[in-house]
Structures are given as structure tokens and as C-alpha cells.
């Protein structure tokens, strides 16, 4: 089974059916609904999911649907705490070329867990410390 690991814009993107996630992306988090792949969210993204829902810059309720993909009995979505071997990993993301702290926290996560991280950002596909998947 392929894992992967989520920016908090792929996911919002597909939570909301959003056309502007690429096609590739859209295959990826399609086989993980239907039980064919795994995806690690960040705790980072949840916290964002809530900033943003609290700004309403995103539907209020959409914290609730990425709750509800967590508790499904099935293990196709993951959280990937923030934890010690995370914040290791992030002392190696370079602040000048990825300033943003989530960016960072979310680029540590793939790291740290060696998987590819979904993601639009160009400063972190710029970058070239993770497997960038579009």
C-alpha cells in the first residue's frame, strides 16, 4: 500500500472537491477513500484546518470532515503527530528556502517518515528535500 504524506491545501482541495487539485493528487486521495493507499495529515494541517474555519476563509464544518476520515474504523487516513524526530527533522528544513512555519512542520513530517509529501507549494518542490507528488 503507497503512503504519502498531505499539505493542508491538498487536503482541503479534496475535502472540498476543488478542481484546482491536480489530477495525480486527486488519483492519490481517491485510492486512499477506496481503501488502496494511506495518507499521514500533519497535526499541523488540523491546526491550520481550524485557523482557517475560525477566519471562515473555509466551511466551518470541514475540521469535522477530516475528524470523521480519523475515527473511520479503516486506516487509510493517519495523524501524524508533531513529536520529537519531527522537530529533528525540522532543524534540516532550511528557513530560507521554506520561511513558513507550517510549510516547515509539514516538509519535517514527510521527512521524517520518508514518504511523499502531496503538495502544490513551489518553495518546498524548490527545495528538493522531500518527494514532491502533484
Known amino acids: 500500500m503507497r503512503?504519502?504524506?498531505?499539505?493542508?491545501h491538498a487536503l482541503l482541495w479534496?475535502?472540498?472537491q476543488s478542481n484546482r487539485l491536480s489530477p495525480n493528487?486527486?488519483?492519490?486521495?481517491?485510492n486512499t477513500d477506496e481503501g488502496n493507499g494511506q495518507i499521514y495529515?500533519?497535526?499541523?494541517?488540523?491546526v491550520e484546518i481550524v485557523y482557517l474555519s475560525e477566519k471562515v476563509k473555509i466551511p466551518l464544518n470541514t475540521?469535522?470532515?477530516v475528524i470523521d476520515l480519523l475515527d473511520a474504523p479503516a486506516v487509510n487516513y493517519q495523524i501524524a503527530q508533531?513529536?520529537?524526530?519531527?522537530?529533528?527533522a525540522?532543524?534540516?528544513?532550511?528557513r530560507q528556502m521554506i520561511p513558513d512555519m507550517p510549510d516547515r512542520v509539514i516538509t519535517a513530517t514527510a521527512m521524517e517518515l520518508d514518504l511523499p509529501l502531496i503538495t502544490k507549494d513551489t518553495k518546498i518542490k524548490k527545495a528538493g528535500i522531500v518527494d514532491v507528488v502533484w
Open 90 to 94: 525540522l532543524c534540516r528544513v532550511p
Open 41 to 46: 495529515i500533519p497535526t499541523i494541517v488540523l
Open 25 to 30: 493528487a486527486a488519483s492519490i486521495f481517491k
Open 82 to 88: 508533531l513529536a520529537l524526530p519531527t522537530v529533528h
Open 3 to 8: 503512503a504519502y504524506v498531505t499539505d493542508t
Open 14 to 16: 479534496h475535502l472540498l
Open 63 to 65: 475540521i469535522n470532515r
